[in-house]
Protein backbone atom coordinates (compact mmCIF):
# COMPACT_ATOMS: atom_id res chain seq x y z
CA UNK A 1 0.00 0.00 0.00
CA UNK A 2 1.87 3.06 -1.08
CA UNK A 3 1.15 6.38 1.28
CA UNK A 4 0.70 9.34 -0.87
CA UNK A 5 0.98 13.13 0.73
CA UNK A 6 -0.85 15.88 -1.06
CA UNK A 7 0.31 19.59 -1.23
CA UNK A 8 -1.95 22.28 -2.32
CA UNK A 9 -4.94 20.39 -0.59
CA UNK A 10 -6.91 22.92 -0.41
CA UNK A 11 -6.80 23.81 -4.42
CA UNK A 12 -8.98 22.85 -7.05
CA UNK A 13 -6.42 20.19 -8.17
CA UNK A 14 -5.83 19.42 -4.63
CA UNK A 15 -9.12 18.42 -3.55
CA UNK A 16 -9.69 15.64 -6.60
CA UNK A 17 -6.24 14.53 -6.03
CA UNK A 18 -7.76 13.50 -2.61
CA UNK A 19 -10.51 11.99 -4.02
CA UNK A 20 -8.48 10.16 -6.80
CA UNK A 21 -6.67 8.58 -3.87
CA UNK A 22 -9.40 7.68 -1.89
CA UNK A 23 -10.75 5.57 -5.24
CA UNK A 24 -7.72 3.49 -5.70
CA UNK A 25 -7.58 0.42 -3.43
CA UNK A 26 -3.75 -0.22 -3.75
CA UNK A 27 -2.98 4.11 -2.27
CA UNK A 28 -3.70 5.61 1.11
CA UNK A 29 -3.90 8.78 2.14
CA UNK A 30 -0.95 10.01 4.31
CA UNK A 31 -0.79 13.32 4.62
CA UNK A 32 -2.63 16.65 3.28
CA UNK A 33 -0.75 19.89 3.10
CA UNK A 34 -2.12 23.81 2.94
CA UNK A 35 -0.77 26.86 3.68
CA UNK A 36 -0.68 28.29 7.25
CA UNK A 37 -3.72 31.03 7.07
CA UNK A 38 -5.35 28.40 5.06
CA UNK A 39 -8.93 28.34 6.51
CA UNK A 40 -9.09 24.77 6.06
CA UNK A 41 -6.23 23.98 8.17
CA UNK A 42 -6.81 21.22 11.20
CA UNK A 43 -10.14 19.28 9.08
CA UNK A 44 -10.37 16.15 7.67
CA UNK A 45 -9.04 15.37 4.64
CA UNK A 46 -12.54 14.06 3.12
CA UNK A 47 -14.43 17.27 4.38
CA UNK A 48 -11.75 18.82 2.73
CA UNK A 49 -12.53 17.09 -0.87
CA UNK A 50 -15.99 16.81 -0.08
CA UNK A 51 -16.28 13.25 0.17
CA UNK A 52 -19.46 12.91 2.91
CA UNK A 53 -16.85 10.72 5.22
CA UNK A 54 -13.69 11.14 7.27
CA UNK A 55 -10.25 9.93 6.21
CA UNK A 56 -8.67 9.97 9.31
CA UNK A 57 -6.01 12.62 8.11
CA UNK A 58 -6.21 16.03 9.30
CA UNK A 59 -5.14 18.84 6.90
CA UNK A 60 -1.41 20.15 8.11
CA UNK A 61 0.40 23.47 7.63
CA UNK A 62 3.65 21.94 7.24
CA UNK A 63 4.71 19.88 4.86
CA UNK A 64 7.94 18.77 7.69
CA UNK A 65 5.55 17.80 10.46
CA UNK A 66 3.94 15.07 8.71
CA UNK A 67 7.02 13.94 7.06
CA UNK A 68 6.88 10.52 8.54
CA UNK A 69 3.23 9.78 7.43
CA UNK A 70 3.91 9.27 3.65
CA UNK A 71 6.26 7.44 0.96
CA UNK A 72 5.51 9.95 -1.96
CA UNK A 73 4.45 13.38 -2.36
CA UNK A 74 2.14 14.57 -5.19
CA UNK A 75 2.85 17.87 -5.51
CA UNK A 76 1.03 20.24 -8.02
CA UNK A 77 1.87 23.86 -6.49
CA UNK A 78 4.18 26.53 -7.23
CA UNK A 79 7.46 26.33 -8.82
CA UNK A 80 8.78 27.68 -5.60
CA UNK A 81 7.23 25.93 -3.22
CA UNK A 82 7.57 22.90 -5.34
CA UNK A 83 11.53 23.03 -4.71
CA UNK A 84 11.56 23.36 -1.21
CA UNK A 85 9.64 20.51 -1.08
CA UNK A 86 12.07 18.68 -3.28
CA UNK A 87 14.61 19.56 -0.90
CA UNK A 88 12.66 17.62 2.23
CA UNK A 89 11.76 15.12 0.53
CA UNK A 90 15.44 14.37 -0.64
CA UNK A 91 16.34 14.88 2.95
CA UNK A 92 14.11 12.42 4.51
CA UNK A 93 14.55 9.30 1.78
CA UNK A 94 11.09 10.44 -0.19
CA UNK A 95 9.75 10.26 -3.59
CA UNK A 96 7.78 12.76 -5.15
CA UNK A 97 5.55 13.38 -8.25
CA UNK A 98 5.34 16.59 -9.76
CA UNK A 99 2.81 18.09 -12.01
CA UNK A 100 3.77 21.97 -11.01
CA UNK A 101 4.40 24.04 -14.45
CA UNK A 102 6.21 27.02 -14.90
CA UNK A 103 9.57 25.48 -13.92
CA UNK A 104 12.86 27.48 -15.15
CA UNK A 105 15.68 25.56 -16.47
CA UNK A 106 17.63 26.02 -13.18
CA UNK A 107 15.15 24.44 -11.49
CA UNK A 108 14.95 22.00 -13.97
CA UNK A 109 18.96 21.52 -13.51
CA UNK A 110 17.73 21.39 -9.53
CA UNK A 111 15.34 18.21 -9.81
CA UNK A 112 18.09 16.46 -12.14
CA UNK A 113 20.43 16.57 -9.59
CA UNK A 114 18.05 15.84 -6.31
CA UNK A 115 16.87 12.40 -8.44
CA UNK A 116 20.55 11.33 -7.78
CA UNK A 117 19.06 10.18 -4.17
CA UNK A 118 15.26 10.22 -4.98
CA UNK A 119 12.76 8.69 -6.93
CA UNK A 120 10.97 11.89 -9.12
CA UNK A 121 8.28 11.61 -11.82
CA UNK A 122 7.92 15.21 -13.30
CA UNK A 123 5.80 15.91 -16.27
CA UNK A 124 3.64 18.48 -17.69
CA UNK A 125 0.46 16.34 -17.84
CA UNK A 126 -0.67 13.03 -16.03
CA UNK A 127 -3.50 12.24 -18.53
CA UNK A 128 -3.14 9.33 -20.42
CA UNK A 129 -4.44 10.68 -23.63
CA UNK A 130 -1.86 13.07 -23.64
CA UNK A 131 1.05 11.10 -23.77
CA UNK A 132 -0.58 9.25 -26.29
CA UNK A 133 -1.19 12.53 -28.16
CA UNK A 134 3.21 12.94 -27.82
CA UNK A 135 3.52 9.77 -29.40
CA UNK A 136 1.81 10.75 -31.83
CA UNK A 137 3.22 14.10 -32.38
CA UNK A 138 6.63 11.97 -32.81
CA UNK A 139 4.87 10.17 -35.63
CA UNK A 140 3.80 12.99 -37.27
CA UNK A 141 6.45 14.90 -37.41
CA UNK A 142 8.41 12.57 -38.72
CA UNK A 143 6.10 12.05 -42.03
CA UNK A 144 4.77 15.90 -41.91
CA UNK A 145 7.10 17.92 -40.66
CA UNK A 146 9.16 18.95 -43.56
CA UNK A 147 6.28 19.88 -45.72
CA UNK A 148 4.03 21.78 -43.05
CA UNK A 149 3.70 24.74 -41.44
CA UNK A 150 3.16 23.57 -37.17
CA UNK A 151 1.29 25.38 -35.27
CA UNK A 152 0.21 24.88 -31.19
CA UNK A 153 -3.15 25.81 -30.00
CA UNK A 154 -4.20 25.55 -26.50
CA UNK A 155 -7.03 26.89 -24.07
CA UNK A 156 -7.49 26.62 -20.41
CA UNK A 157 -9.40 28.02 -17.76
CA UNK A 158 -9.25 32.01 -16.45
CA UNK A 159 -7.59 31.03 -13.50
CA UNK A 160 -4.14 29.68 -14.85
CA UNK A 161 -1.40 31.48 -14.54
CA UNK A 162 1.35 30.58 -16.82
CA UNK A 163 1.63 30.78 -20.92
CA UNK A 164 1.74 28.90 -22.70
CA UNK A 165 0.89 25.83 -20.77
CA UNK A 166 3.22 23.06 -19.53
CA UNK A 167 1.40 20.80 -21.84
CA UNK A 168 2.15 23.31 -24.68
CA UNK A 169 5.53 23.86 -24.27
CA UNK A 170 5.68 20.29 -24.15
CA UNK A 171 4.29 19.30 -27.05
CA UNK A 172 6.24 21.89 -28.91
CA UNK A 173 9.05 20.38 -27.21
CA UNK A 174 8.72 16.63 -28.86
CA UNK A 175 7.94 18.19 -32.60
CA UNK A 176 11.39 20.37 -32.58
CA UNK A 177 13.20 17.22 -31.12
CA UNK A 178 11.96 15.10 -33.62
CA UNK A 179 12.64 17.60 -36.18
CA UNK A 180 15.97 18.25 -35.10
CA UNK A 181 15.61 21.53 -34.26
CA UNK A 182 15.92 23.78 -30.71
CA UNK A 183 12.95 25.02 -29.71
CA UNK A 184 14.38 28.13 -27.75
CA UNK A 185 15.73 29.03 -31.30
CA UNK A 186 11.80 28.16 -33.35
CA UNK A 187 9.31 29.07 -31.29
CA UNK A 188 7.03 32.45 -31.59
CA UNK A 189 4.48 32.98 -28.87
CA UNK A 190 2.08 35.18 -30.73
CA UNK A 191 2.43 36.82 -33.39
CA UNK A 192 1.12 41.25 -34.04
CA UNK A 193 1.52 43.60 -36.39
CA UNK A 194 3.68 43.45 -40.04
CA UNK A 195 5.00 40.39 -39.03
CA UNK A 196 6.22 39.26 -42.91
CA UNK A 197 5.70 35.97 -44.43
CA UNK A 198 6.02 32.95 -41.86
CA UNK A 199 9.43 31.34 -41.92
CA UNK A 200 8.84 27.28 -42.17
CA UNK A 201 11.35 26.77 -39.35
CA UNK A 202 8.85 27.18 -37.23
CA UNK A 203 6.53 26.56 -34.12
CA UNK A 204 3.90 29.22 -33.22
CA UNK A 205 1.75 28.80 -29.59
CA UNK A 206 -1.33 30.06 -29.43
CA UNK A 207 -2.37 30.55 -25.70
CA UNK A 208 -6.46 31.50 -25.18
CA UNK A 209 -7.73 31.57 -21.11
CA UNK A 210 -11.31 31.79 -20.31
CA UNK A 211 -14.18 30.27 -18.28
CA UNK A 212 -13.44 26.92 -16.56
CA UNK A 213 -11.65 24.94 -19.54
CA UNK A 214 -9.84 22.26 -18.09
CA UNK A 215 -7.43 22.00 -21.01
CA UNK A 216 -7.37 21.84 -24.95
CA UNK A 217 -4.47 21.13 -26.89
CA UNK A 218 -4.33 20.74 -30.69
CA UNK A 219 -1.26 20.42 -32.80
CA UNK A 220 -1.69 21.50 -36.38
CA UNK A 221 0.58 20.41 -39.53
CA UNK A 222 -0.60 22.47 -42.17
CA UNK A 223 0.64 21.48 -45.84
CA UNK A 224 -0.01 22.75 -48.82
CA UNK A 225 -3.58 21.21 -49.94
CA UNK A 226 -4.29 19.44 -46.37
CA UNK A 227 -3.94 19.61 -42.67
CA UNK A 228 -3.60 17.31 -39.85
CA UNK A 229 -4.46 18.20 -36.31
CA UNK A 230 -3.99 15.99 -32.71
CA UNK A 231 -6.00 17.51 -30.22
CA UNK A 232 -6.74 16.50 -26.76
CA UNK A 233 -9.71 17.74 -24.26
CA UNK A 234 -9.56 16.77 -21.18
CA UNK A 235 -13.17 17.35 -19.45
CA UNK A 236 -12.26 16.54 -15.87
CA UNK A 237 -9.17 16.95 -13.37
CA UNK A 238 -10.10 13.12 -12.62
CA UNK A 239 -8.32 12.22 -15.70
CA UNK A 240 -5.12 14.35 -14.45
CA UNK A 241 -5.50 13.41 -10.93
CA UNK A 242 -5.34 9.24 -11.68
CA UNK A 243 -2.26 9.88 -13.86
CA UNK A 244 -0.55 10.98 -10.91
CA UNK A 245 -1.44 8.66 -7.96
CA UNK A 246 -0.30 6.01 -10.81
CA UNK A 247 2.92 7.78 -10.91
CA UNK A 248 3.32 7.76 -7.21
CA UNK A 249 2.92 4.12 -6.81
CA UNK A 250 5.04 3.61 -9.46
CA UNK A 251 7.89 5.54 -8.79
CA UNK A 252 7.49 3.68 -5.36
CA UNK A 253 8.89 0.89 -6.84
CA UNK A 254 12.25 2.21 -8.87
CA UNK A 255 15.28 3.06 -8.25
CA UNK A 256 16.11 6.74 -8.18
CA UNK A 257 16.22 8.89 -10.87
CA UNK A 258 14.19 11.66 -12.93
CA UNK A 259 11.06 10.29 -14.58
CA UNK A 260 8.02 11.47 -16.54
CA UNK A 261 4.65 10.32 -17.55
CA UNK A 262 6.29 8.22 -20.65
CA UNK A 263 8.12 6.06 -18.67
CA UNK A 264 5.13 5.51 -15.79
CA UNK A 265 3.22 4.19 -19.48
CA UNK A 266 6.18 2.29 -20.63
CA UNK A 267 5.89 4.02 -24.05
Known amino acids: MTRIAITGAAG ?17 LGATVVLADDPMAGIDAGALA ?54 NEAQKVRLQQASADMGIVFAPNYSVGVNLCLNLLRMASK ?23 GTALRMGEVVAETMGWDLNEVACYGREGQTGARPHKQIGFETIRGGDVVGDHTVMF ?46
Not at 12 to 28: C, F, H, K
Not at 146 to 164: N, R, T
Request: proline residues 1%; glycine residues 8%.
Open 12 to 28: RMGRVLIEAVAADENAQ
Open 50 to 103: GLGKEMGVKTATSLASVIDDFDVLIDFTAPEATMENVELCRSHGKNIVIGTTGL
Open 143 to 165: VMGDDSDIEVIEMHHKHKVDAPS
Open 222 to 267: AAEGERVEITHKAQSRMTFAKGAVRSAKWVCEQTHGLYDMSDVLGF
